[in-house]
């Protein structure tokens, strides 16, 4: 009889966690001998945290906060994609014992965007400047997402601007041209775009709503919100009121859960309906 194959997310907290529910059905659908568990993990546990999934038969685990930093100085290696974005977000445990880390942010963002306006993806938003909201670990990942799928024009729009404008050094090396934006001047930064991404919480249960006038987006820009409770958030409402193309946030965590899932368990899975109407079941309204 084959060995249940083990993995889990850690976070503090971590109750809050959709990833259990998301990963147990791709283990039931499938048919794995396998488990998923939430692991609430405080910050100086950490480091023996991670130690114990070698003694303990994990295949790896996903990270969210506060850990997605931490955890780059505690592992034997961190892809180029993780180093880029300054995160980890899931782990994996090789035959040979070594632990390996990446970040699935980027892929799952753009894997989102292209299940649900595939053909501004493919045309790159019509070679039109894409306007992310925020400079936190979110923005980095989509900055990074987006620069490597051939956008060649990227404004950020933040509070603070030299944190936006440190943002650009991620893909100094690359063909594009990023541009830091004040949180003041965000409706001039909608003029012309392709494509709108909000990476802040703004509009988020329980957060400040998020203060925009979309008059100057173009009626055919798509619009992201990262943030997927609610899943109609006030600013996809609103573009959903202008006849914008939108793209909700849940598909975001569901994507980037693929990588993980197929490293741990051998399957790579798919992500339909059945799998957002299962996460939908117990994600807050």
Known sequence: MSALLRAGVMGWPVTHSLSPVLHGHWLKRYEIAGTYEAFPVQPDELSDA???????????????????????????SVDDNARRIGAVNTLILSDDGTL????????????????HAPEQLAEKFRGRPV???????????????????????IR???RT????????????DQNVTVEAISWRARTEAFVD??????TTTLGMQGQAALDLDLTTLPKDAVVNDIV????????LAAARLRKNPVVDGLGMLLYQARAGFRAWF???????????????????K
Do not use: Q, W
Not at 50 to 76: C, Q, S, W, Y
Not at 161 to 167: G, H, K, M, T, W
């Open 156 to 158: 950020i729009v933040n």
């Open 50 to 76: 991670i130690d114990r999934l070698r003694n303990e038969g994990f295949r790896g685990v996903n990270l969210t906060v506060p850990h997605k930093e931490a955890a780059m100085d505690l592992v034997d």
């Open 266 to 284: 051998g399957v790579d899975p798919e992500v339909d309906d059945d799998l957002r109407s299962a996460v939908l079941a117990v994600s807050p």
């Open 193 to 198: 775009a392709g494509l709108l991404v909000n």
């Open 161 to 172: 601007v030299a944190r936006a404008e440190a943002l650009a050094e991620i893909v100094s």
């Open 228 to 235: 997927y409770a609610p899943l109609e958030t006030g600013l």
């Open 100 to 115: 390996a880390a990446t970040n699935t942010d980027a892929y799952g963002l753009i894997e989102n965007i292209r299940a």
């Open 131 to 153: 306007v992310i909201l925020g400079a936190g670990g979110a923005a980095r990942a989509a900055l990074v997402g987006l620069a490597d799928i051939g956008v060649r024009e």
